[in-house]
């Protein structure tokens, strides 16, 4: 089964929205297989943020994900990297359609409530970088 890693940032955690957005995840049908509120080290963001190192926005990023905790989470189900995207809306909050999480709770791009794999490959390195395997659930529900 498909697997993501769904990161609510420091702005989605200060504003108390892991509730709403996890509610959102689980009432899609996907199903949560890890999830911590942990705060970034300056390493580990830029490694997770790598593939924009040259843009110029890149320190920027960097300071505001290390700058307070963030909820990481990896979700579970059919075709969950893409339709997790779609829940997300577009990266800058100001283009995202209202009903997206970002739509609908997001103002500015470096402030986007959310952070999604964006492929198979971007998820399984993600996954990597912020979960041991032990802290993953696997487990069948019996409800
Ligand atoms: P995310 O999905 O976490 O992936 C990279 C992030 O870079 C993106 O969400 C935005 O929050 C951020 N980003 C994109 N463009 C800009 C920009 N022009 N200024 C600041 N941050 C940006």
């Known amino acids: 089964m498909e697997r993501t890693y769904l990161m609510i940032k420091p702005d989605g955690v200060q504003r108390n929205l892991i509730g709403e957005?996890?509610?959102?995840?689980?009432?899609?049908?996907?199903t949560l297989v890890g999830a911590?509120?942990?705060?970034?080290?300056?390493?580990?963001?830029?490694?997770?943020y790598?593939?924009?190192?040259?843009?110029?926005?890149?320190?920027?990023?960097?300071?505001?994900?290390?700058?307070?905790p963030v909820f990481a989470m990896v979700w579970e189900g059919e075709n969950v990297i893409s339709t997790?995207?779609?829940?997300?809306?577009?990266?800058?909050?100001?283009?995202?359609?209202?009903?997206?999480?970002?739509?609908?709770?997001?103002?500015?791009?470096?402030?986007?409530?959310?952070?999604?794999?964006?492929?198979?490959?971007s998820a399984k390195r993600e996954i990597g970088i912020f979960f041991e395997d032990a802290e993953l659930n696997n487990y069948e529900k019996v409800v």
């Open 21 to 30: 957005v996890v509610s959102r995840f689980e009432k899609k049908g996907f």
């Open 36 to 48: 911590k509120l942990m705060t970034v080290t300056k390493e580990t963001a830029e490694t997770h």
């Open 50 to 68: 790598a593939e924009h190192k040259e843009r110029p926005f890149f320190g920027e990023l960097v300071d505001f994900i290390t700058s307070g």
């Open 84 to 121: 997790a995207r779609t829940m997300m809306g577009a990266t800058n909050p100001a283009e995202a359609a209202p009903g997206t999480i970002r739509g609908d709770y997001g103002v500015q791009v470096a402030m986007n409530v959310i952070h999604g794999s964006d492929s198979t490959e």
